[in-house]
C-alpha cells in the first residue's frame, strides 16, 4: 500500500471509531443539573431573594430627635421567642421583648433617667457605651424581680452600643441583650432620611421541646466564632424581602452599630459611594468618598449617601461570609 493510502485508511478507522456512540439499552440519559447555589434570577447581589415579606420586618426607621433635656428610659429584661430568621424562632434574651432593643434617642447635654427592671429568672445588667460612669457603680447586676436606677449625661454624639455586661458577656450579647442609642450633636446636621442598623450574630443549637423551629445558643460555635446567621436589626435578610423604600437622589443617614458578639461588619452599599462618614463621635466627617468601612464590633459609625437613579440597591457586610449567612438588605428607590 502507497504511504498516501496508508494515511488515508488512518483517517478513515479514526473517523469511525470517534463516530457516534450509542449508550447501551441498560444505560439513563442524564441532563446535568445545576448546582443547588445557583442564585434565583431576582436577588440582592446574588445573596437574598427580593421579595414580599411572609413577616413584618423591623421597622429601620430612626426614632424622631425630641427637644426634652430630660430622657426618661425604662427597660423592662425578659426572656422571649424571637423569630431570627423565616421559619426560625430562638429561645433569647431581651430588652423589652425584642431583639434588638429599643432604638433609643438623645441629644448633647441631655440628662438620661435611667431605670432597668429584670423579669428574667437569672442576673442581667446594662453597660452604655454612650456614658461616662463608673461601671462599679451602673453596671451592677440586677436580680431577678429587681430594679436598679441611675442618671448620666450623653456628653459625646454618634452611634453607641448598648447591652447586657454580665458574665459572660459573649453569651448575653449573643442570646440577644442589645440596642442601638442614637447621641445627636447640639447642632442637628443636615435633614436626611434616617435608619438604624444594627448588626449581630446568632449561634444556634436545637432548643429541645416540642418546637422543632426553636433554637438556643451553642456555646461552642460562638467560642469558635462560627456562626449561623448574621443579622441586621436581629433577622437574616429581612430587608431583602421587605426592601427599606427610600426616594432617589434625597440624602440618606444610616445609624450603623455593631453588636457582635465577634464578627467586624464591612458595611458597604451597593452601587453608591458613602459621601460622609462619621466614625464614633466624629462631629465633623472622618471620611468622605469611600466605598467600604470596617465597623469594629461594639463601635459605631453615621454614614451619609444619594442613590443616583431609581433602582435596588444591595447593603451588605462586605465579609461576604457574613452576607450569605443574612447580612444583607436592599434600599429600594422609586420616585
Given at each position: 500500500?502507497?504511504?498516501?493510502?496508508?494515511?488515508?485508511?488512518?483517517?478513515?478507522?479514526?473517523?469511525?471509531?470517534?463516530?457516534?456512540?450509542?449508550?447501551?439499552?441498560?444505560?439513563?440519559?442524564?441532563?446535568?443539573?445545576?448546582?443547588?447555589?445557583?442564585?434565583?434570577?431576582?436577588?440582592?447581589?446574588?445573596?437574598?431573594?427580593?421579595?414580599?415579606?411572609?413577616?413584618?420586618?423591623?421597622?429601620?426607621?430612626?426614632?424622631?430627635?425630641?427637644?426634652?433635656?430630660?430622657?426618661?428610659?425604662?427597660?423592662?429584661?425578659?426572656?422571649?421567642?424571637?423569630?431570627?430568621?423565616?421559619?426560625?424562632?430562638?429561645?433569647?434574651?431581651?430588652?423589652?421583648?425584642?431583639?434588638?432593643?429599643?432604638?433609643?434617642?438623645?441629644?448633647?447635654?441631655?440628662?438620661?433617667?435611667?431605670?432597668?427592671?429584670?423579669?428574667?429568672?437569672?442576673?442581667?445588667?446594662?453597660?452604655?457605651?454612650?456614658?461616662?460612669?463608673?461601671?462599679?457603680?451602673?453596671?451592677?447586676?440586677?436580680?431577678?424581680?429587681?430594679?436598679?436606677?441611675?442618671?448620666?449625661?450623653?456628653?459625646?454624639?454618634?452611634?453607641?452600643?448598648?447591652?447586657?455586661?454580665?458574665?459572660?458577656?459573649?453569651?448575653?450579647?449573643?442570646?440577644?441583650?442589645?440596642?442601638?442609642?442614637?447621641?445627636?450633636?447640639?447642632?442637628?446636621?443636615?435633614?436626611?432620611?434616617?435608619?438604624?442598623?444594627?448588626?449581630?450574630?446568632?449561634?444556634?443549637?436545637?432548643?429541645?421541646?416540642?418546637?422543632?423551629?426553636?433554637?438556643?445558643?451553642?456555646?461552642?460555635?460562638?467560642?469558635?466564632?462560627?456562626?449561623?446567621?448574621?443579622?441586621?436589626?436581629?433577622?437574616?435578610?429581612?430587608?431583602?424581602?421587605?426592601?427599606?423604600?427610600?426616594?432617589?437622589?434625597?440624602?440618606?443617614?444610616?445609624?450603623?452599630?455593631?453588636?457582635?458578639?465577634?464578627?467586624?461588619?464591612?458595611?458597604?452599599?451597593?452601587?453608591?459611594?458613602?459621601?460622609?462618614?462619621?466614625?464614633?463621635?466624629s462631629v465633623t466627617p472622618s471620611l468622605s468618598g469611600v466605598?467600604?468601612?470596617?465597623?469594629?464590633?461594639?463601635?459605631?459609625?453615621?454614614?451619609?449617601?444619594?442613590?443616583?437613579?431609581?433602582?435596588?440597591?444591595?447593603?451588605?457586610?462586605?465579609?461576604?461570609?457574613?452576607?450569605?449567612?443574612?447580612?444583607?438588605?436592599?434600599?429600594?428607590?422609586?420616585?
Open positions: 500500500m502507497s504511504p498516501l493510502r496508508l494515511v488515508l485508511a488512518f483517517v478513515w478507522i479514526a473517523v469511525a471509531c470517534g463516530g457516534e456512540r450509542r449508550a447501551p439499552a441498560s444505560a439513563t440519559t442524564q441532563t446535568p443539573q445545576a448546582p443547588s447555589t445557583t442564585p434565583a434570577a431576582d436577588v440582592s447581589h446574588g445573596e437574598a431573594a427580593i421579595g414580599s415579606a411572609d413577616t413584618a420586618p423591623v421597622d429601620p426607621q430612626a426614632p424622631p430627635r425630641t427637644t426634652a433635656t430630660l430622657r426618661r428610659i425604662r427597660i423592662e429584661i425578659r426572656h422571649a421567642k424571637v423569630t431570627i430568621a423565616t421559619g426560625a424562632s430562638y429561645d433569647a434574651w431581651t430588652f423589652d421583648g425584642h431583639v434588638p432593643g429599643p432604638m433609643l434617642r438623645a441629644t448633647v447635654g441631655d440628662t438620661i433617667d435611667f431605670t432597668l427592671v429584670n423579669r428574667a429568672p437569672m442576673p442581667h445588667s446594662m453597660d452604655f457605651h454612650a456614658a461616662e460612669i463608673a461601671p462599679s457603680r451602673a453596671y451592677v447586676n440586677v436580680m431577678p424581680g429587681d430594679s436598679l436606677h441611675y442618671r448620666y449625661v450623653a456628653r459625646v454624639a454618634g452611634a453607641f452600643l448598648y447591652h447586657c455586661g454580665t458574665a459572660p458577656v459573649a453569651m448575653h450579647i449573643a442570646n440577644g441583650m442589645y440596642g442601638a442609642l442614637i447621641v445627636d450633636p447640639k447642632r442637628s446636621r443636615p435633614p436626611a432620611r434616617e435608619f438604624v442598623l444594627v448588626q449581630s450574630e446568632f449561634y444556634t443549637q436545637k432548643a429541645g421541646g416540642p418546637d422543632s423551629t426553636a433554637l438556643a445558643l451553642d456555646w461552642q460555635k460562638l467560642l469558635g466564632q462560627a456562626p449561623d446567621y448574621v443579622t441586621f436589626n436581629g433577622r437574616a435578610a429581612q430587608y431583602a424581602t421587605a426592601p427599606i423604600v427610600v426616594p432617589p437622589r434625597a440624602p440618606l443617614r444610616l445609624y450603623v452599630v455593631n453588636a457582635g458578639p465577634n464578627r467586624v461588619s464591612a458595611f458597604h452599599v451597593v452601587g453608591a459611594i458613602f459621601s460622609h462618614v462619621y466614625l464614633d463621635s466605598q467600604t468601612v470596617d465597623v469594629p464590633v461594639g463601635g459605631g459609625a453615621v454614614f451619609e449617601v444619594r442613590l443616583a437613579e431609581p433602582g435596588e440597591y444591595p447593603f451588605v457586610s462586605h465579609a461576604f461570609a457574613d452576607a450569605t449567612k443574612g447580612a444583607v438588605g436592599v434600599l429600594r428607590a422609586k420616585e
